[in-house]
Structures are given as C-alpha cells and as structure tokens.
C-alpha cells in the first residue's frame, strides 16, 4: 500500500473513530515505508488495557441523592504510570474518555515523556452544579477510581470543567488513604501551588502552542505568514486555553485579536479585541458568563466566528468543532489546535487542499501534559521550580518536538498530522521493542 493510498471509506467519522483511523494509516504507512510491524504490536498499541466504570450516589443541596456515571481508561503500558486529565461534561462517555487517552499515549510519544496516555471523567453539567455538590462529586469520584491512580500508577490531571480545586480534593482523598505515601502530591498535577502544584501549569496549553507557531512563522512553513507581529488571530472556546492563548499571542508576540467565541456563540472585531477587557466582561458582567454583548459588538454564531478572515485559527474548545461544512469557508493561513480532536478527517483535507498549514494537536497542546511532568518531577524531588525555568524547559521540549515532527513531513512529503502520528508510533514501537513482552 502507498503513503498516498487512504485507509477505508472517508466521512465524517467521531473521535474516537478519527484516532482510530490515523493510527491504522499511521501503522500502515510505517509498515509500508519505514520498517515492519508486527500485527502483535498493533493490537497491543491500538486498544486501551484498562476500561473502568463506575456508578455512584452524590448527595445534592436540596437532600435528594443523584446516582452519576464515571469513567477511567488506562491505554498504554508503554511506560508508567499513565497521564491524563478528567473531564466533568455532559457528554462524557466512554468512546470519548478512550479516544483522549488514545491521544494522550501518542501526544506524550510527540514530546518524549515517560508517560502513557490516560483519561477520566464524569457524566455531569457542573454548570449546573454548586460548588459544594461539585467538591462531592469529585472526594466520589475519586475515592471509586482510587484502585487504580497513585504517583507510579496513573496521575489524572485536570479538563474541561475541572481546575485547581477538584485536583486539590483529589490529592486530599488519596491523601486520607495513604498517610505513609512519602509522594502523595505527585498523584495528580495541575493542583494548587501551595499543595505542591507547578507555576506555569495553567497556561501551560496556550504556551506550547504559541512555542510551536512561532518555531513554525520562523522556519518559513506557514504560506502568507512571515511574522507574527500584527497577525490576525480567532480564537474559538474562551475558557483557560483560548484565553491564555489570545493573552499571550496579543501581548508577547503582538498578534491583533479579531474574534473570539464561546459556547454561546461570539464576537468580531477588525480593530482588534482586548483578551483581558474581554474575560473581565465575560465573568463579572455577563449574566450568560459570555463574551456575547461585549462592547456592543454582534452576535455572532460559532460558525460564523470560525469563518471571519484571519491569519490564525485557534480552535480551543472541544471536540469536532471544525467540520467539513465550515472547512470550506475557513480563510485562516494555519490552524493552531490547542483543542483535543477539534478538527474532523473531512475538514483537514479541505483544509490540506487549501494550502491551511494545521499544527495538530497532539503536536500543539502537549504544553498542558508537558508542565504536569515537570509538576510530577518538583513532587517526586520535594522541589519548586521558577516560572522562568519551566518556560525555558517547555519551550525547549516544544521546539524539539515540532523538528521532530516536520522533519518526518519533509522526508515523507507527509502533513503534519499524518507526521506526528507516524513519528509518535514509531516511537512507541521502538520503547516496546526494547521493553520486550513479559513473560
């Protein structure tokens, strides 16, 4: 079979079916071009090795008690422990826990990190929840997944919907179980600095992905972006990410904001925006909690935000918000994603013809597992790095990731999405071949 040759019938697929076929293109490809693979690796790299679900009572503010569905999937035994946030939505299931820690085992293949991938979540609206309902949910939830996490095990960290006090509530319940634990902290990361959580951890997504466009501005990849001063930026999902995103492009490299949107639709502006006028307006004016109304400016429709001209596209939202029926109207150079899976396999060969250059995510929002072992590292050693040091040590990290990935493109004549799959599985089967199989 041919690099060039696709692998089954291409429509518009979910996730988990997305990860599924670029990693069966990604393997036939290697096994094609690069070396041999045998079928055995395969199934020991395609498929999660641990599936947990559990069902549990919370008790609500109104006395009543609600019965919740959580998840925990463990994908690769490549190395230990497993990495991976948990997520509290309203969609979460399991194909979507399964497709993230997919995505996890390869996004730390892409970085290097001693990590496999892993995911949680809980099947809730924490919109709709207090903050007392939410810390019980989350001491349930973790006391149910508690067999399986601990600091050489599996280290959750957080997601959508989840911060700083659901990790920190986390800690404390594995804490309560383990009293002698000499590492307790380092069980999960993305806690609060004085429970031993890391400086840099929560715009750590936004800067690797700001790392790794600007690597990519200077080596000239990008068709029609030569600098990033005064360049045009969207940035669809206003929550850390694109905020941190939207901040750090505008004040550090220059970049003018020209939209921004968030669940409930957006706003533009050819002038430019002011990413922290414009959070400050979304959470102590907005009654929504919405960027919408926002000096005046027109509603817009998600849809309509991602379509506005601009030179970067920052999806940082969620999943499959970039379809094939807007990838047409996207007049964005490059495609940024700092979303887990934001961009469907339709989209990005619409995309791909139109000469957009996607920096994918398992390449551009490796920052956010990256700083979480560098948090994990201070935990194990009883240390606390400066912010200065962790920005050097991630942006180093990102930097050799991104020649990494693009030199496999050039070698290839690959995208850069087939390129990090390719050279995250690779990598995978190189650390398997020396491990060996136990027995």
Same mark, same amino acid.
């Given at each position: 079979?041919?690099?060039?040759?696709?692998?089954?019938?291409?429509?518009?697929?979910?996730?988990?079916?997305?990860?599924?076929?670029?990693?069966?293109?990604?393997?036939?490809?290697?096994?094609?071009?690069?070396?041999?693979?045998?079928?055995?690796?395969?199934?020991?790299?395609?498929?999660?090795?641990?599936?947990?679900?559990?069902?549990?009572?919370?008790?609500?503010?109104? !006395?009543?008690?609600?019965?919740?569905? !959580?998840?925990?999937?463990?994908?690769?035994?490549?190395?230990?422990?497993?990495?991976?946030?948990?997520?509290?939505?309203?969609?979460?299931?399991?194909?979507?826990?399964?497709?993230?820690?997919?995505?996890?085992?390869?996004? +730390?293949?892409?970085?290097?990190?001693?990590?496999?991938?892993?995911?949680?979540?809980?099947?809730?609206?924490?919109?709709?929840?207090?903050?007392?309902?939410?810390?019980?949910?989350?001491?349930?939830?973790?006391?149910?997944?508690?067999?399986?996490?601990?600091?050489?095990?599996?280290?959750?960290?957080?997601?959508?919907?989840?911060?700083?006090?659901?990790?920190?509530?986390?800690?404390?319940?594995?804490?309560?179980?383990?009293?002698?634990?000499?590492?307790?902290?380092?069980?999960?990361?993305?806690?609060?600095?004085?429970?031993?959580?890391?400086?840099?951890?929560?715009?750590?997504?936004?800067?690797?992905?700001?790392?790794?466009?600007?690597?990519?501005?200077?080596?000239?990849?990008?068709?029609?972006?030569?600098?990033?001063?005064?360049?045009?930026?969207?940035?669809?999902?206003?929550?850390?990410?694109?905020?941190?995103?939207?901040?750090?492009?505008?004040?550090?490299? !220059? +970049?003018?904001?020209?939209?921004?949107?968030?669940?409930?639709?957006?706003?533009?502006?050819?002038?430019?925006?002011?990413?922290?006028?414009?959070?400050?307006?979304?959470?102590?004016?907005?009654?929504?909690?919405?960027?919408?109304?926002?000096? !005046?400016?027109?509603?817009?429709?998600?849809?309509?935000?991602?379509?506005?001209?601009?030179?970067?596209?920052?999806?940082?939202?969620?999943?499959?918000?970039?379809?094939?029926?807007?990838?047409?109207?996207?007049?964005?150079?490059?495609?940024?994603?700092?979303?887990?899976?934001?961009?469907?396999?339709?989209?990005?060969?619409?995309?791909?013809?139109?000469?957009?250059?996607?920096?994918?995510?398992?390449?551009?929002?490796?920052?956010?597992?990256?700083?979480?072992?560098?948090?994990?590292?201070?935990?194990?050693?009883?240390?606390?790095?400066?912010?200065?040091?962790?920005?050097?040590?991630?942006?180093?990290?990102?930097?050799?990731?991104?020649?990494?990935?693009?030199?496999?493109?050039?070698?290839?004549?690959?995208?850069?999405?087939?390129?990090?799959?390719?050279?995250?599985?690779?990598?995978?089967?190189?650390?398997?071949?020396?491990?060996?199989?136990?027995?």
């Amino acid at each position: 079979m041919s690099h060039g040759e696709k692998v089954g019938v291409r429509e518009e697929l979910d996730f988990l079916k997305r990860v599924k076929l670029e990693f069966e293109e990604a393997i036939q490809f290697i096994d094609t071009e690069v070396e041999t693979v045998e079928k055995g690796i395969v199934g020991l790299l395609e498929g999660p090795f641990r599936q947990l679900i559990v069902r549990f009572p919370v008790e609500m503010d109104d !006395g009543t008690i609600k019965m919740f569905t !959580g998840y925990r999937v463990q994908h690769s035994r490549v190395y230990k422990p497993t990495k991976g946030g948990i997520r509290f939505a309203p969609d979460v299931d399991l194909d979507l826990v399964t497709a993230l820690a997919f995505d996890m085992t390869l996004k +730390c293949r892409v970085v290097d990190l001693p990590f496999g991938g892993a995911k949680g979540g809980v099947c809730c609206d924490p919109k709709k929840m207090s903050c007392k309902e939410l810390d019980r949910l989350t001491r349930r939830y973790a006391y149910e997944i508690f067999p399986v996490i601990g600091p050489d095990a599996d280290v959750p960290a957080p997601d959508v919907g989840t911060g700083e006090r659901e990790m920190g509530i986390i800690y404390d319940t594995y804490k309560m179980f383990n009293p002698k634990s000499p590492h307790a902290e380092a069980v999960v990361t993305g806690k609060p600095l004085n429970l031993g959580g890391s400086e840099g951890r929560t715009e750590a997504t936004a800067l690797s992905g700001a790392y790794v466009l600007e690597e990519a501005v200077k080596k000239g990849h990008i068709q029609g972006l030569d600098s990033l001063t005064d360049a045009t930026v969207v940035v669809q999902g206003y929550g850390n990410a694109g905020y941190y995103i939207a901040s750090i492009l505008h004040k550090d490299y !220059g +970049c003018r904001i020209l939209g921004i949107c968030d669940s409930k639709g957006g706003i533009y502006d050819p002038e430019g925006l002011n990413p922290e006028d414009a959070l400050s307006y979304k959470e102590n004016i907005s009654k929504e909690k919405t960027v919408i109304g926002y000096k !005046g400016l027109k509603n817009l429709t998600i849809e309509q935000v991602l379509t506005k001209p601009c030179d970067i596209l920052v999806p940082s939202a969620k999943e499959t918000q970039i379809v094939g029926s807007i990838a047409n109207d996207i007049e964005a150079k490059v495609v940024l994603e700092l979303a887990n899976g934001p961009t469907s396999n339709l989209a990005d060969e619409i995309l791909i013809d139109k000469n957009v250059y996607i920096l994918p995510d398992i390449l551009a929002n490796a920052g956010g597992v990256t700083v979480s072992y560098f948090e994990w590292l201070q935990n194990k050693a009883g240390d606390q790095w400066e912010l200065s040091e962790i920005k050097g040590r991630l942006q180093k990290k990102m930097v050799t990731a991104y020649k990494n990935v693009t030199k496999v493109a050039e070698d290839y004549t690959l995208d850069m999405r087939k390129a990090a799959f390719v050279f995250a599985i690779s990598n995978a089967i190189g650390v398997l071949k020396n491990r060996g199989i136990f027995p």
